[in-house]
């Protein structure tokens, strides 16, 4: 069964939403994040995708004390990202309870560097993150566009070490449209090996098991939850 993996974003310690990518275009929710991850927790969600939009900005982490407050509070398996620039960031996260560190903007600009990461902590403790736009990657929290083909730099990592990887169509993120079916396809067929969690845009039971039958391993669900579009007690049940 695919892993539904809920969202947690976050902005001056906020939960928050942003509409494609946009900061100018956020939405602040007013629970606390550790009890919105504690009520992921109780619904039977087993991982959680935790997000520092202030780090990803700013190119620092930000907001380890709330992964350290949520690791505390919960048994999640965490994978937080944003911000992580180098080997002594990934540890501090790491040692913050964090199961697995997210890497983006890093495996564009340092490649070096990235594949260093997977081979001192192993893949299994490294998540590719891929953002793209109209089928290029964005880096620096999607604040940066790139001439990097998403399909091509999916199959370079590949072959370097990565195992596991989410990609998110920025163009649906925030927007509740579903998810960009057909990337997820053509992403499936060209790497058929590679352990592929789709992020952006789910809106509906239907859109994860539809990533299901097309053999996504997991599917990260943020603004649906936020919204009630996609209520716990769904999740209660489709879990069960």
């Known amino acids: 069964m695919i892993d539904i993996i809920p969202a947690i974003d976050l902005i001056d310690g906020q939960c928050v939403r942003l509409k494609r990518g946009d900061f100018a275009r ?12 504690k009520r992921f927790e109780t619904a039977g969600l087993r991982r959680l995708h935790l997000v520092d939009l202030d780090g990803a900005r700013k190119r620092r982490l930000e907001n380890v004390a709330i992964l350290e407050r949520i690791a505390a509070a919960t048994d999640l398996t965490i994978d937080c990202g944003g911000g ?3 080997t002594a960031d990934v540890r501090t996260i790491f040692d913050a309870g964090a199961a697995i560190a997210t890497v983006g903007s890093v495996a564009v600009t340092r490649p070096d560097t990235f594949f260093e990461w997977i081979e001192m902590f192993g893949s299994d403790r490294i998540l590719l993150g891929a953002d793209a736009r109209m089928g290029n ?11 990097v083909g998403l399909i091509q730099f999916l199959e370079n990592t590949s ?3 990565v195992t596991q990887a989410f990609v998110t169509d920025i163009s649906n ?11 997820y396809e053509e992403i499936r067929r060209r790497l058929p090996d590679l352990s592929l969690i789709a992020s952006g845009g789910v809106s509906s039971m239907t859109d994860i098991s539809n ?4 053999g996504c391993a997991g599917a990260i669900v943020g603004k649906a939850f936020y ?9 209660r049940n489709y879990v069960g």
């Open 159 to 161: 072959a370097n070490g």
């Open 84 to 86: 992580i620039q180098t």
């Open 227 to 235: 919204e009630n579009v996609i209520t716990l007690d769904d999740i």
């Open 26 to 37: 956020s939405t602040p929710y007013s629970v606390d994040p550790v009890e919105m991850a």
């Open 211 to 214: 990533l299901d039958r097309l």
């Open 173 to 183: 993120d925030g927007m509740l449209l579903g998810p960009a079916i057909s990337v």
């Open 137 to 147: 990657l964005a880096i620096n929290g999607w604040l940066e566009d790139t001439d």
